[in-house]
């Protein structure tokens, strides 16, 4: 429905939202590119990430730490991430 509609559009725009404010707090040489990548994809993967593949699960844990990314999957390898 249309309300339902607005309602995940305004829940998306919260989150999009809040990963650009967490933004400036990601000390890894490419968060900054990869924050882009978190705001213009479905899910992301950390091997999808500019950085070596420690860096960006580190980054991607922090980003969950933060509230500003999820944790798609449940599992504890093989694991997406999204807003």
Same mark, same amino acid.
């Given at each position: 429905?249309?309300? %339902? #509609?607005? =309602?995940? #559009?305004? @829940?998306?725009? $919260? =989150?999009?939202?809040?990963?650009?404010?967490?933004? !400036?707090?990601?000390?890894?040489?490419?968060?900054?590119?990869?924050? %882009? &990548?978190?705001?213009?994809? /479905?899910?992301?993967? !950390?091997?999808? +990430? !500019?950085?070596? @593949? $420690?860096?960006? $699960?580190?980054?991607? /844990? =922090?980003?969950? /730490?933060?509230?500003?990314?999820?944790? +798609?999957?449940? =599992? /504890?390898?093989?694991?997406?991430?999204? &807003?």
């Amino acid at each position: 429905s249309a309300s %339902e #509609a607005l =309602r995940l #559009a305004t @829940d998306l725009a $919260r =989150r999009a939202a809040q990963v650009k404010a967490v933004a !400036p707090k990601l000390r890894a040489k490419g968060a900054g590119a990869a924050v %882009e &990548i978190f705001l213009t994809r /479905d899910a992301v993967t !950390p091997g999808a +990430l !500019p950085l070596p @593949d $420690r860096a960006a $699960r580190r980054l991607c /844990d =922090r980003l969950v /730490d933060l509230g500003a990314v999820r944790e +798609l999957t449940g =599992r /504890d390898s093989f694991r997406l991430y999204g &807003i």
